[in-house]
C-alpha cells in the first residue's frame, strides 16, 4: 500500500513538475478597469487559481481607461488585460490603434446599465415614461427630442451621453436603446467617451445627461439619488458577451502553455464565482479593496448577488442574470458574439470598406484555445461557436430583432436607423461564406449565481 501511494505522489510530482516546465513564461502583468467585471482577473488571482497552474501574476488597475489598457497590450506592458469586447477586433481591423489581438475567452455576459440624472427623467415622464417598465424602452426621450427640436428649430442643441469607448459594448447599447424609437444618435446626440469611474462626476457637474457603463458606477448614482438607471444591458439583449480576455496574437504564437495555464486559471475563477451567492459575497468583498475596484461593499452586492437597484429610493430588484461569469457558457468566446461587434461597426459607421468579417472574427476569436483548456478544468462546450441571437428564450433582444451571422449583412441594413459607410452590395461581395449554426441549451452546471431560475441549475 505504501508502494502505491509513494508511486501515485510521485506520479503526481511528475505531473506538476512537468506542468511547471511547460510554462514558457512565469511572471505575467495583467491590467484591468476598475469594474465588477473585472472579477474572474481578480478572483484568479486571490483565490490562487493562477498560482494552481505555476504563474506568478501581478494583476494591475489601470487609470488611464480603456485607450490606456489598451495601448498597454499592444506596446507589451500588459500580457493580457480586461477588454471590451469589441477591442480587440478593432485593433486588428486598424480602427482601435493597430495590431493583430486576440480574444482568447469571454470574461462575463451582461453587467452594464443606461444611467440617467434626474433631470431629463423628469422631462421623460413629462411624456409618459413608466420607469418601473422592464424592459423599458425610448419612446420618451424620443418625444422629448421631438420637442425639443421643435423648440429649437435651427438652434437645436443635441443632448450630450457618455459612454466608455467608441468601439464598446456601451457606445453599441446606448445607440441600440435610442434607435428602437427613431432617435438618431449621430444628429440627435451627442455621445461622449469617458473612463468608467468618472461616469458619476460627470452627470453630477452637469457634463452628460446620461450615460452607459459597467458596474458599480451605475447604482453609485442610484444610491446618492442624483439619478437612475432606466434599462440593463440584459434588458436590452438577453445574455449578450460584455469583456473578453485579450492578448497579443503573437504573444500566443511565443508561450501557447502559458496563454493556455492562463485560460483554465480565469475558467476555474469564472466557475467559483457561479458556484454560489456566497461565492459573490465574498467577491464583492474583494473587489471593494483600494488596489481593485475600491467601491463599498453593499454598492457592489448591489448588482453581484442576484439583485439589482434600478430606481432612486426603491427597493432592489431580483436580477440573478445581472452578472453571469461561467453558466450558459459564458466564458465562451463565441465566433458570432464577435460578428456582431463588426457589424455595429458598419452600422454606424466605423468601418469604411468592405471586408471578410468571417475570415476577421477567426483571426481574432479563439474558440479552438480555449476548448483545449475548458476539456482540462471540466468546463463544458457549447455544441457550436456559431450561433443565431435572438430567437430562443434567453437571448432576446428588447425589439424582437433576430441575429443570424449567415444574415449579418442583411441585419446591418435592416435597422430604421442605420448609417453605414460602405454600400450592401460591397459587403456582399466580399462576405460570399455561410457556416453551421447550432443553438445551446440555457444550462447552468456550475451553481446558482446567473441563473434565471433555480429550476435550471443542474444537480
Known amino acids: 500500500m505504501l508502494r502505491k501511494v509513494l508511486k501515485i505522489g510521485l506520479g503526481l510530482s511528475l505531473v506538476t513538475s512537468t506542468l511547471l516546465a511547460e510554462i514558457e513564461k512565469k511572471d505575467l502583468k495583467i491590467g484591468f478597469i476598475a469594474l465588477t467585471d473585472c472579477a474572474p482577473i481578480v478572483i484568479a488571482k486571490e483565490k490562487g487559481f493562477f498560482s494552481k497552474y505555476g504563474l506568478n501574476v501581478d494583476v494591475e488597475k489601470e487609470g488611464g481607461g480603456w485607450p490606456g489598457i489598451q495601448q498597454k497590450v499592444i506596446n507589451g506592458e500588459y500580457d493580457f488585460s480586461h477588454a471590451l469586447a469589441g477591442m480587440p477586433i478593432a485593433a486588428t481591423l486598424g480602427i482601435n490603434g493597430n495590431a493583430h489581438l486576440q480574444a482568447v475567452l469571454s470574461l462575463d455576459y451582461n453587467g452594464n446599465g443606461i444611467t440617467y440624472g434626474n433631470k431629463i427623467i423628469k422631462e421623460m415622464k413629462k411624456y409618459g415614461m413608466d ?39 456601451h457606445n453599441y447599447e446606448l445607440r441600440y436603446w435610442m434607435a ?13 467617451p469617458f473612463p468608467p469611474p468618472t461616469m458619476p462626476s460627470n452627470l453630477i457637474a452637469g457634463n452628460i445627461e446620461g450615460y452607459c457603463v459597467g458596474e458599480p458606477w451605475n447604482e453609485r448614482i442610484v444610491m446618492t439619488n442624483k439619478g437612475s438607471t432606466l434599462v440593463t444591458n440584459y434588458d436590452i439583449w438577453n445574455n449578450n458577451p460584455e469583456k473578453v ?32 451567492w456566497e461565492n459573490r459575497k465574498e467577491a464583492a468583498k ?4 483600494p488596489n481593485y475596484v475600491k467601491a463599498p461593499v453593499n454598492v457592489l452586492e448591489k448588482s453581484m448577488i442576484g439583485t439589482f437597484q434600478y430606481l432612486k429610493g426603491q427597493e432592489s ?72 441571437d435572438g430567437i430562443d428564450e434567453y437571448n432576446k433582444f428588447m425589439d424582437g430583432k433576430v441575429y443570424d451571422p449567415n444574415k449579418a449583412i442583411d441585419y446591418i441594413y435592416s435597422f430604421e436607423v442605420t448609417n453605414p459607410k460602405v454600400s450592401k452590395e460591397d459587403l456582399l461581395k466580399e462576405n460570399n461564406w455561410t457556416v453551421e449554426t447550432k443553438q445551446p441549451e440555457y444550462v447552468c452546471p456550475y451553481g446558482p449565481a446567473g441563473c434565471a431560475d433555480p429550476k435550471f441549475v443542474t444537480k
Not at 286 to 289: A, D, G, H, N, R
Open 180 to 192: 428602437t424609437s427613431g432617435i438618431k444618435p449621430d444628429e440627435d446626440t451627442t455621445i461622449k
Open 245 to 276: 480576455l485579450q492578448t497579443r496574437a503573437d504573444f500566443v504564437d511565443k508561450y501557447p502553455e502559458t496563454t493556455k495555464a492562463v485560460i483554465k486559471a480565469i475558467i476555474e475563477a469564472q466557475m467559483w464565482l457561479d458556484a454560489s
Open 131 to 169: 420607469d418601473k417598465k422592464r424592459p423599458l424602452g425610448s419612446e420618451a426621450l424620443k418625444m422629448y427630442i421631438d420637442a425639443k427640436h421643435k423648440a429649437e428649430g435651427d438652434k437645436y442643441q443635441p443632448l450630450n451621453f457618455g459612454m466608455v469607448h467608441p468601439v464598446s459594448t
Open 286 to 289: 474583494i473587489l471593494s479593496k
Open 317 to 388: 430588484e431580483p436580477n440573478p442574470m445581472f452578472n453571469v461569469f461561467a453558466n450558459y457558457y459564458a466564458s465562451y468566446p463565441f465566433y458570432s458574439h464577435g460578428m456582431w461587434f463588426i457589424t455595429q461597426m458598419y452600422r454606424w459607421g466605423q468601418i469604411d470598406k468592405a471586408v471578410n468579417m468571417k475570415e476577421v472574427i477567426e483571426k481574432v476569436y479563439r474558440p479552438d484555445l480555449f476548448a483545449e483548456a475548458a476539456k482540462e478544468v471540466g468546463y463544458s462546450l457549447p455544441p457550436s461557436p456559431w450561433k443565431i
